[in-house]
């Protein structure tokens, strides 16, 4: 009955914000983020407080690691030893920090990524600088807790005599907070700080003159003042940091890309493999051997590029692909009295004042108290000596020591401390030269406690301590400045000519969507006719080009397709090639229907071009060819080219022309042709629907439209019909209209087995042949040009014999000699 009543109904939702709340407060406080005053994180200052106390400091022998570890687990940090050896490695890294806490004999990782060796293998000791760290720290300095188990005490805070948070940075996330805070300057911070010091009301600008920014262990280059200025004043911030290098010539006309430094917490050996990478997998031409040869006078890594390559277009590729060059993100996060606080540069440096304000008043109450406290037994002992001979009979007749004591503070007037150090005298003290000794030391300790007392009341003294103390550990540690500075931010601009070799390919396009691009070669060992395509399929583009053009494709679902010819995947000419749904997301039934190669650089020559658009329910619209351009996302994607306003709809025709003296002529599946200027449909961007092509009767739609130039008397157009009937007739014998008319029969209404438009092409020329396919499978061929001209109101002439199959497709019939013309 008593097990019952033990148990409690709780709120799951209340429990769990409770135990998440506390776990929360532990991590922040204790574990994840440093501390604004001494710039450590608990593990760490645990660390360095246990080396410490055991006596493993720099002017001691290197004692193993494994011994501290233990030390630290068993008094101070209950976790896991590797957490714990993972910290002290890393306060013995020199390309992580600054200036390293801990000196390690042995393997203690690398900037490829090695990991250290284990504990056992390992020596350590205090480094010299971080003992300034632990300084006066018996001096009641700082605040001391107990342990976990409540055995030992151990500190809040180390002394931290320089601003350390700053000088070796911090990195850590914990929950709800993260903080990347990076390393710095000695010698530039304890400059800030002086001027912190003498101007509290500095700005962070004027700051920036003493700091001029991050120094990194690993040195590079910082780029971005602006960004550098923002982040020290609000805590958060993005800069550039690029890897050192040069570009050097070497024997047999090539040079080489010599990489001295790179940014902070790059993978050496990742970044070395992925520039190897780019040269296997050819996605640059040019570089010829990647080596790593750093060693231990400096790290060195070389690019030797080919012959007559690019070097500083292949040294651009490399920074924006790779870890050359990469984005540092400020997030400087520390807790400042027990709370985790977004903190600048003026903030870190006002609270290290704070504090060391305390820590010096402290230590002087402690060494005034401690001067007083000798000068005492310095004024009991002179005394003592004074009256020798009486002192000396007086301890002689007493019984014991503590009754020697009584009878001299009772006879003398000293008090109980003076008297204790009286009766410990040693008989060789007693020497003439010993009150000379303790005159002097009872003037030293005079200069001393006034010393000690004009710091105390006097913040000004106490303020030219800090600031002598400060410039006596610059003289001592400080070190000259690895990493640069740059105002600007510089644009990385990558020509084509650096990743692609040109070269002259041919590329293909379908109907279908199947793309390719051949090598001469391959297309010179078939014949042009033996091109690889799908039965039922056609081709929309197939010419010569270079790998530095782009190919620019329409859809039926009013998008477009911008491809570098580079990237187009090499196929055979007897392949069929690849499907652009295989890395390109394309609607159901979307098909291309014509493709435009777009040589590198020619935006001029197109500066008047414009791409018309008709869709099947009568709509029209005209866009500037420059306007389809790359766009983000290309390789995976289509982009907009005419917004459809139905999901029924879908462009029919695009035709990429020279608007110069143009018309438009538009037929209907009914039978009506309509003739205009191209002028009366206006140019629009990209996103637009354009506007009313033709006045289409219920059920009707568009079946074909053309754009034309006047400069000949005859412009023929080929129209197909479902009943297989074929004509060619002059555009120009219709009537001239406006746009959005119904316009002109082209046919003549039959009451029976009216003949209705399937298929029109205005571009045929000697060579144009077309591919009729019926119902059932049946196929004609017809060559446009060899039928006669007919009038606008005739129906053709009956290309299939059996009048019951209608019509299934019109294929037109690539025409390979232009190919071979090129």
Known sequence: MSQIQDIQELNLEDVMGDRFGRYSKYIIQDRALPDIRDGLKPVQRRILYAMSIDGNTSDKQFRKSAKTVGNVIGNFHPHGDSSVYEAMVRMSQDWKLRDV???????????????????????ARLSKISEELLKDLDKKTVEFVLNFDDTEEE???????????????????????????PTHNLGEVIDATIHAIDHPKATVKELMQFVKGPDFPTGGIIQGLEELEQAYETGRGKVVIRSKTKIEPIKGGKSQIIISEIPYEVNKALLVKKIDEIRLNKKIDGIAEVRDESDRTGLQIVVELKKEANAEGILNYLLKNTDLQVNYNFNMVAIDERRPVQVGLKTILTSYINFQKEVITRRTQYDLKKAQDRLHIVDGLMKALSILDEVIALIRNSKDKKHAKERLVETYDFTMIQAEAIVNLQLYRLTNTDITILQNEKLDLNEQIATFLSILKSEKTLLQVMKSELRDLKKKYATPRLTQIQAEIEEIKIETEVLVTEEEVYVVATKQGYYKRVSPRSFASSAPEENGMREGDEVVLCQKASTLDNLILFTSKGNYLHLPVHEIPEAKWKDVGNHLSQSISLGSNEVILTGFVKAKDSDDSYKDWTVVFFTKEGLVKQTLFNEFTTYRGYK???????????????????????????????????????RYELSEIPVVGTVASGVKAINLRKEDFVAGAMVYSLEHKVVSAFLTTQRGAVKRFNVLEISMLTRAKRGLMVLRELKTKPHRVVFLDGEITSSSEYTIIAGNGETKVVRPMDLTLVDRTSNGSMLLGDNDQEVKAVLANFDYSSLKEQ
């Open 101 to 123: 806490l801990i000196e390690m004999h042995g393997n203690n990782g690398s900037m490829d990524g090695d990991p250290a060796a284990a504990m056992r293998y390992t020596e």
């Open 636 to 674: 995976t994607r289509t982009s907009n080219a005419m917004k459809l306003k139905t999901t029924t709809d879908e462009v029919v025709k695009v035709v990429v022309t020279n608007p110069e003296s143009l018309e438009v002529f538009i037929v209907t599946h009914c039978g009506f042709g309509l």
């Open 155 to 181: 500190p809040t805070v180390l002394p931290a005599r320089y601003p350390n948070l700053l000088v070796n940075g911090a990195t850590g996330i914990s929950a709800g907070y993260a903080t990347e805070i």
